[in-house]
């Protein structure tokens, strides 16, 4: 494709000058950086990265190209894609298209040529903020002036805009062993089929759906789906989760569900520097103590009570809110950040990174066993409770 000089101006006057990449126009959102070698068309398409200006820190971008099969959702959602050296071809035996042909059918708007590893210092330095790509001007400063007035991710409400229209369905594979009410905040694809595969029947329903619309899929248990904004603007998820949690129904979250339920408890939730996003981040699973190397993409985080200022929580406590006992299940490595929490007294825990994890790792998958297992429990409980005898 024919290229033409582009700009990328972050709010804080940073310039970096390259070639346009995609669709050539202009875009707003957050300036992010991932640091994941593979799996390009993941993070496109992941729901989460909505309003968010995605910068790869692996230099070279799109050379398997682009297929049917790995799309998160039915969309690119990335306001706007930064990479330093672009595939002249992309070759692979699954591929079905270019990139830079995916993003400019989709009216994505990007920059190429870019020293990324200098952009990604500087976000890593002073924080994601919001940017702007151009390539129709030139004109840095009238570019920043619009930077500077586009809408921030702090207090954002974006979960309704990329939830779906309409329930739908993923069915078990094999055998139903078990069926769950999915809420969609912004839902990749990978979570129902990682738990088609272990027998679960998934109902995915609206972000606006009530406990009653829930429960009436005969679900087993509900899943609070990952997804992107201000969890703190999120009141109606809040207040579900609380109803789910006064129900005793078994409950799952992951990355925005975490901080649904980390709210519903009682916790606050707070914006993190530059986030973590990428498919190497190692985090403590404190119930076995083993290390994960996991897929991160969030930008908020869970304050409990007792953490220090970085967020650093006291290990092996145990806080009491409303619903009883909870712990902190998962710690980052890198900085001591919430990555999960496991409730006591009541069927629910979350992790805050991708156990469903496409385009990989793989070493969180067995989180979606533990939610067979807390299920089963739950469902032995309440034949216990009824006078029911079990093997």
Known sequence: MKRRPAILVLEDGRTFRGE???????????????TGMTGYQETLTD??????????????????????EDDESDRIWVAGYVV????????????????EQRLADEGVVGICGVDTRAL???????????VGISSVTTDTEELLERVRSAPAMVGADLSTEVTTDKPYVVQAEGEQRYVIAAL???IKRNVPRRLAA??????????????????????????????PGDPATAEHPVALAREVLRRRVPLFGICFGSQILGRALGFGTYKLGYGHRGINQPVLDRTTGKVEVTSHNHGFAVQV??????????????IDTEFGGVEVSHVCLNDNVVEGLRALDVPAFTVQYHPEA???????????????????????????????QHA
Do not use: C, K
């Open 47 to 68: 729901p989460s990265y909505h309003r968010q200006v995605v910068v790869q820190t692996a230099p070279h971008i799109g050379n398997t190209g682009v297929n049917t």
């Open 305 to 318: 009570p007792g953490a220090g200022a970085d967020g650093a929580v006291v290990p092996n406590q145990v």
């Open 184 to 186: 969609d905040l912004g």
């Open 84 to 99: 330093r050296d672009p595939a002249r071809i992309g070759s692979n035996w699954r591929a079905t298209g270019e990139l």
């Open 358 to 388: 496409a385009a990989g790792p793989r070493d969180a998958d067995y989180l979606f066993d533990r939610f067979v297992e807390l299920i089963e429990g739950a469902r032995s409980r309440g034949a216990d409770d009824s006078g029911e």
């Open 120 to 130: 990604t210092r500087h976000l890593r330095e002073r924080g994601a903020m919001r």
């Open 198 to 227: 272990r027998g679960v029947t998934t109902h995915v329903l609206p972000a606006s759906s009530t406990i009653e619309e829930l429960l009436a899929t005969g679900a087993d248990a509900i899943f609070f789906s990952p997804g």
């Open 20 to 34: 346009s990449y995609g669709a050539v126009g202009e875009t707003f959102g957050e300036a992010v950086f991932n």
